[in-house]
């Protein structure tokens, strides 16, 4: 059974800060890492994904993958109100189709 | 930007009714998938759909779910004989290249199930 595990939150920052996002998977296999975000009511929308070893950043977004502790992590730096939401992490192994967290709250709070 | 349409975007029904949800998927993608997610719980994973068949499906996907390409841009779930655990949300996304890291879903609107 491939699990794909988040800490469900709420994770609750100020505006300004730097917010960070866990997930563990337990295939070590896996292959191809995303984070989705997904407002209340609406459908997950593609964030970033990585698939190597270290960072990948994208404006205000960091992922972190270690495959050797099976971890991946995303970082928010100048969290805004608007990045208030629910992360998804998903996590492909060899298959195609992604495997889900429950996802983490986040709430940016002015 | 090319993107994932979903109808319709809320549907009723009472138990034992059959649904068709409908989705158009992004037009040079070539993988179809259908996901579910119940209230409050995590997206769940129901069938995938390549070159007119069903290439993988979860145990989720029982008899009473179908799904069909029924013209070139179109991509349907059914399902016969509705229950009151499928209330949902139901995404339908669509992919490129899926043997290729990095490929990615793009997940449409959805379509809200409320089953009386």
């Known amino acids: 059974q491939k699990e794909v595990e988040q800490n469900s939150g709420p994770l609750s920052v100020p505006e300004g800060a730097i917010a960070s996002l866990n997930c563990t998977y337990s295939?070590?296999?896996?292959?191809?890492f995303f984070w989705y975000r997904q407002y209340s009511g609406k459908s997950p929308e593609l964030i970033m994904f990585?698939?190597?070893?270290g960072d990948k950043e994208d404006g205000r977004f960091t992922a972190q993958l270690n495959k050797a502790s099976q971890y991946v992590s995303l970082l928010i730096r100048d969290s805004q109100p608007s990045d208030s939401a629910t992360y998804l992490c998903?996590?492909?192994?060899?298959?195609?189709?992604?495997?889900f967290g429950r996802g983490t709250s986040l709430i940016v709070h002015p | 930007e090319p993107e994932v349409t979903q109808t319709p975007s809320h549907q009723v029904t009472q138990m034992g009714q059959e649904v068709i949800l409908r989705c158009v998927p992004i037009s040079n993608h070539l993988y179809f998938y259908w996901y579910r997610q119940i209230l409050g719980q995590k997206v769940e994973f129901l069938v995938s759909f390549y070159n007119n068949e069903i290439s993988e499906k979860s145990e989720i996907f029982d008899d009473q779910f179908s799904v069909e390409r029924p013209d070139g841009s179109n991509f349907t779930l059914k399902i016969r004989s509705t229950k009151l655990e499928d209330s949902a949300m139901y995404f339908c996304?669509?992919?490129?290249?899926?043997?290729?890291?990095?490929?990615?879903?793009?997940f449409g609107p959805g379509t809200r199930l409320t089953v009386l």
């Open positions: 295939d070590r296999g896996s292959q191809s």
């Open positions: 990585i698939y190597s070893n």
């Open positions: 998903a996590v492909n192994s060899g298959s195609y189709i992604p495997t």
């Open positions: 996304a669509s992919s490129q290249s899926p043997g290729h890291r990095g490929d990615t879903q793009y």
